[in-house]
């Protein structure tokens, strides 16, 4: 079964970092795409970043780009996402994302909350 537990979470202010992971279980770890997708409050899922399988090319949107840094750790089984430079149109639960055997899967969630 497919299980991912997203965590590091948080408030901070304008300009802040904070590092998002996901810990991910039910698959082969590497073999398939891995994404971080928020949604921001009254609104749908937005994606935001995914690193490939196999090279590890990363994408991101382009309101991330330059600020947000995708990477997994094949050892630990884990994606993680580096926010730097977080405004406040940043605050949103984020999840982590694996689409597996034609099924999307999704994490639980983790808060982000840019604030003043």
């Known amino acids: 079964e497919v299980h991912l537990v997203e965590s590091g979470g948080g408030s901070v202010q304008p300009g802040g970092s904070l590092r998002l992971s996901c810990s991910a279980s039910?698959?082969?770890?590497?073999?398939?795409?891995m994404s971080w997708v928020r949604q921001a409050p009254g609104k749908g899922p937005d994606w935001v970043a995914t690193?490939?399988?196999?090279?590890?090319?990363?994408y991101y949107v382009d309101s991330v780009k330059g600020r947000f840094t995708i990477s997994t750790d094949d050892s630990e089984n884990t994606i993680n996402l580096q926010m730097s430079n977080l405004k406040p149109e940043d605050t949103a639960v984020y999840y982590c994302?694996?689409?597996?055997?034609?099924?999307?899967?999704w994490g639980q969630g983790t808060q982000v909350t840019v604030s003043s």
């Open positions: 994302n694996v689409l597996y055997r034609r099924t999307n899967y």
């Open positions: 039910g698959f082969t770890f590497g073999d398939y795409d």
């Open positions: 690193i490939s399988s196999g090279p590890g090319t990363t």
